[in-house]
């Protein structure tokens, strides 16, 4: 079982582009949450989707917006890039409802807005 | 508006010591008590939790003490070893959410 796995590991945007990260959940689980983490700040929550829907959404803009696919993968789009949102990107998935049991992080997309 | 406040932000101890982490919290709907580990370029990985109708849980060399009237929880880590060196971040969930609330994290070192 491969875990969670995020992709691309680094990536540099410039302001004002716009950029795509990916998520793949570990095996069995159905619901991905997206976590923004600043420098020497922990997580923040972005939203989760489960069934293809967005069922929760932190205090994050607009420009944030994601996907689900039907096998559960899914991809967080941030447009307008500004120099704040360089962060570290987290997905974690767990079961829907049942985040008690456990929620599995990936390592993370490096993203750097220049 | 930060919901669970961490303390301390840095702590070093020597190998064989106890390390303490502190987290406390505001809002009475929190239910789930989760502390995080996370080594430097991966994602944070659960270490042990509690529910708040628990004062104390333990699972090997790490406990955590739970005390619900003084909304405070926090981490003790037995032995610290130098592998134990990490940032360590306690998180609460709602009741019926499935949103991790992070506190600012507590970045370890266990010198040898």
């Known amino acids: 079982d491969a875990g969670v796995t995020q992709s691309p590991t680094h990536l540099i945007k410039t302001r004002g582009q716009q950029v795509t990260l990916r998520c793949s959940p570990k095996?069995?689980?159905?619901?991905v949450s997206w976590y923004q983490q600043a420098l020497g700040q922990g997580p923040q929550f972005i939203f989760q989707?489960?069934?293809?829907?967005?069922?929760q959404r932190g205090n994050f803009p607009d420009r944030f917006s994601g996907h689900q696919f039907p096998n559960y993968s899914s991809e967080l789009n941030v447009n307008a890039l500004l120099l704040g949102d360089s962060a570290l990107y987290l997905c974690a998935s767990s079961l829907f409802m049942d985040i008690t049991i456990e929620a599995f992080f990936g390592q993370g997309t490096r993203l750097t807005v220049v | 508006q930060q919901q669970v406040k961490q303390s301390p932000q840095s702590l070093i101890v020597q190998k064989g010591g106890i390390s303490i982490i502190n987290c406390a919290y505001e809002?009475?709907?929190?239910?789930?008590f989760p502390w995080y580990q996370q080594f430097p370029g991966k994602g944070p990985a659960l270490l042990i939790a509690i529910r708040p109708d628990v004062s104390e849980k333990k699972e090997g060399r790490f406990t955590i003490s739970f005390n619900k009237s003084a909304k405070q929880f926090s981490l003790h880590i037995m032995d610290s070893q130098p592998g134990d060196s990490a940032t360590y971040f306690c998180a609460a969930v709602m009741g019926g959410s499935e949103k991790l609330v992070f506190g600012k994290g507590m970045k370890l070192t266990v010198n040898p």
């Open positions: 095996s069995g689980h159905d619901t």
């Open positions: 809002n009475t709907a929190f239910d789930y």
């Open positions: 989707y489960y069934e293809e829907e967005e069922r």
